[in-house]
């Protein structure tokens, strides 16, 4: 009787260690030198939610974040954000030139990536915990065009952001 519960057990257990994301900055897929730099730069802009930027910045800004009923998001998100969690939007006017970018956050979040009244799909994604600075990277094709970047569902009150040139 107890082979069986045994069995039973490891394989219930088996996807839920699968789900456990990597721990340290060594497990991201790809190197992310450039973006843990930009995110935790000493000249990172400061945003309000809501804020309008003309272009990207040459490094990280970080956003505050604010209830997600007071945030007013222009477009809601795909995942609902969690109760007790914070919200926030940035405006981008364009694009530096259509291509592929890396958006990289300090804290874990669900981003939507909104240009020309749609939801922007990640080429790539990857995320580790215990890296200082970073936590999230995501790889999207953005157009040369205006575009709004949402991040919700997180406790932090503010999160430093990354927009760089894929490499």
């Known amino acids: 009787m107890r082979a069986p519960l045994s069995i039973a057990l490891l394989l219930f257990a088996g996807p839920a260690f699968a789900a456990e994301e990597p721990s340290g900055c060594d497990k991201f897929k790809w190197g992310i030198e450039h973006e843990r730099a930009a995110l935790t730069a000493p000249d990172r802009a400061q945003l309000s939610s809501g804020g309008e930027l003309a ?7 970080t956003l505050a974040l604010l209830a997600p009923a007071d945030a007013k998001l222009p477009s809601p998100p795909e995942r609902a954000p969690k109760d007790g969690t914070l919200a926030g939007f940035a405006a981008f006017k364009t694009a530096p030139k ?7 956050l300090s804290a874990g979040a669900w981003v939507d990536v909104v240009q ?4 922007l799909k990640p080429k790539a994604f990857s995320g580790a915990t215990d890296c200082e600075g970073i936590r999230k990277t995501m790889k999207y094709e953005l157009a040369a065009s205006p575009f709004v970047l949402q991040v919700s569902g997180t406790p932090e009150k503010s999160i430093s952001i990354a927009i760089l040139p894929s490499e």
């Open 98 to 104: 259509a291509g592929l970018y890396t958006i990289s």
């Open 55 to 61: 272009a990207m910045p040459a490094t990280g800004f």
């Open 116 to 119: 020309d009244g749609h939801f």
